[in-house]
């Protein structure tokens, strides 16, 4: 199959407006897969939609919502409307609190658990379930090296991508036989407006050596039938910043199928 014909007739790019989100949008516009772009600010998303249609000839939707909001994915599932969607990036879920637990207020850390956890898992839910009655399809789930454990300033942040590892993990066990493909893109510190934003909010240098988006949007696109996780810049066999490689990853989750049957049956 063809890219497009594995992925196609729509991706939906949740967190499309710049950086990573943006990029994963040029390189699947590129090969021919239409668009439908979410993210709150309406001008960016417009101007890269014009960008995506004149410079690969796809068809491109804007939604403006935030991703944060209960009824997020309610909102993109009712803008997909009977289109087929082939692909599902989840991109937004960057931190912008920058505090300790119990120094911010339980709503923006209960923004932060529905941006990452729930509007995505509602979405999987949703657009999973066409995928396996067509039997292809595609999600990617971005996630960070905060995933693999706690972090002072992150509790919040890291827990939710937690969560994102271990569903994404499942569910490419679960997905597997209808030919449905899942990826956790594990990421190092990349090149975004966000992550620029936040160090210079604290009077941080930017470091050298960050990853590029178009980079990680071509990486991942490439990993994703090659599930469930891929750890940004390391060999499957690697574990670099987590505690255990992909690879691992991978061998666990056949041995815990194996030792499952015992209780959850077939
Ligand atoms: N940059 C890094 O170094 C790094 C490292 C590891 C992991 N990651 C992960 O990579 C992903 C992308 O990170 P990022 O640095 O580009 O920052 P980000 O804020 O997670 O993503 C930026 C994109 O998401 C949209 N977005 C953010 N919050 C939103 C909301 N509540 N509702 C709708 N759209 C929203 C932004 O558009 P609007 O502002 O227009 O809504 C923008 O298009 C995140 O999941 C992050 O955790 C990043």
């Known amino acids: 199959m063809t890219f497009k014909e594995r992925y196609g007739h729509w991706a939906v790019i949740a967190g499309a407006s710049e950086g990573t989100g ?23 998303l417009n101007a890269l939609a014009d960008e995506l249609r004149q410079a690969s000839g796809i068809d491109c939707m804007t939604l ?18 009977t289109r087929e969607v082939g692909l599902l990036i989840a991109n937004a879920g960057a931190d912008t609190n920058g505090a300790n637990f119990l120094d911010a207020g339980i709503e923006r850390w209960t923004e932060l658990l529905n941006l990452n956890a729930v509007t995505t898992m509602k979405l999987c839910h949703h657009f999973g379930q066409q995928m396996c009655a ?14 693999y454990g706690g972090m002072r300033s992150l509790a919040i942040y890291a827990g939710a991508k937690a969560f994102l590892l271990c569903f994404g993990e499942s569910l490419w066990s679960e997905l597997r036989a209808y030919d449905v493909h899942i990826l956790n ?3 190092g510190r990349t090149d975004t407006p966000a992550f620029r934003r936040a160090l210079e909010s604290k009077g941080l240098p930017i470091p050298a050596q960050l990853a590029k988006p178009e980079d990680v949007a071509a990486k991942g696109l490439e990993q994703l039938p090659h599930g469930p996780v891929y750890n940004w810049g ?32 077939k």
């Open 22 to 44: 943006a990029a994963f949008a040029r390189a699947i516009a590129a090969q021919g897969v239409n668009c439908i772009l979410v993210a709150r600010s309406t001008e960016k």
């Open 64 to 81: 403006s919502a935030d991703l944060a909001a209960p009824d997020a994915a309610g909102q993109i599932i009712a803008a997909a409307g």
């Open 134 to 147: 067509r039997k292809r399809g595609g999600i990617i789930l971005i996630g960070t090296g905060a995933s």
């Open 185 to 187: 893109l594990m990421l």
């Open 234 to 265: 390391l060999a499957d066999d690697q574990s670099g910043f987590a505690p255990t490689s992909a690879a691992a990853r991978r061998a666990r989750i056949a041995a815990m199928e194996e030792a499952a049957k015992a209780v959850m049956g």
